[in-house]
DNA sequence: GCAATACCCTACTTAGTTTGTAGGTTTTAT
DNA sequence: ATAAAACCTACAAACTAAGTAGGGTATTGC
């Protein structure tokens, strides 16, 4: 299940990217938009800065904006970020690799190439989805969900 | 992330695959063989036999033993009872379905669109792979691991 | 300049889940 | 009867997620 961490960081990043005309906004805009809390929120986008998502101006007229392109952005790329590994595996995952203890070859355990499987096939979708197919088009307005 | 009780499970799933000609198997024997806390593992063992797949018998020669085929054992159906969910949100879960509170339409969703299908490239794989699909064959042993 | 604004940072608290432990009860074979 | 083994309830410890607190620091508008 994705953490509520996640969940709000797509908000947020809807929430920008519907607003990219705008210029910066402000975090306490997008909290009490989209109902989280402003201190919550503010780590989230803090992460997501550093992970070269966003960009942020300081002082009056602040604020937060995207500097990707949102069909840049995929949703692996954010769920990483905020809910950790999407591999149901350590030793299969590709960006939180860990050896099994109990595993002499991976190439011929049977559980490791079944997890692949789940792996590749949730990639598949999540690498190639991305922030541009989650915001609501002007003229076919629509409530996000999640 | 598969949880230790998950992993647990399979091992002794498998454990009970491979044990099948000898009978009612002891906690103890599987819990020392796969290095599993014994009252750990005694509640993992209730929790599949109240799901109808395995069977025990209790007093002096009891144990537990498998009362369904292998290949009729999903790892779908392990996980779900272990695990939980597999959905990424309960709003696309097939067996733990919750209503999102922040959503008026499900049916132009686009987050649920997308983790609709995350759910079931997952569920192509794991509803499809059962315990037969892990037990190592006796010509071909090899170590399982996760 | 300077005060207001708003991001930035560290640490802490609370709540919930996972993992594991303890001890007793019931059932069965011998 | 007795020993063996599953069954059951409750609790404890460890970990993670979620949220809170308070100040620090950079920028901007006036």
Redesign the pocket.
């Known amino acids: 299940m994705l953490?509520?961490?996640?969940?709000?960081a797509f908000h947020a990043l809807t929430y920008l990217a519907e607003s990219q005309d705008k210029g910066?906004?402000?975090?306490?805009e997008i909290a009490s938009s989209k109902n989280?809390?402003?201190?919550?929120l503010?780590?989230i986008?803090?992460e997501l800065?550093?992970a070269g998502i966003?960009g942020?101006?300081?002082?009056?007229?602040?604020?937060?904006y995207l500097i990707k392109k949102p069909e840049e952005i995929t949703l692996a790329k954010v769920i990483r970020l905020l809910?950790?590994p999407i591999a149901w595996l350590p030793c299969v995952s590709l960006n939180y690799y860990e050896k099994c203890a109990d595993c002499a070859d991976e190439a011929t355990c049977n559980m490791h190439l079944i997890m692949c499987q789940v792996r590749d096939q949730t990639l598949a979708v999540v690498e190639n989805k991305t922030l541009s197919d989650l915001i609501t088009k002007a003229t076919d307005k629509q409530v996000l969900k999640y």
């Open positions: 953490s509520k961490k996640t969940k709000y910066a906004v402000l975090i306490q989280i809390s402003h201190k919550f503010e780590n986008l803090l800065k550093k966003l942020s101006k300081k002082g009056k007229g602040g604020g937060y809910n950790g």
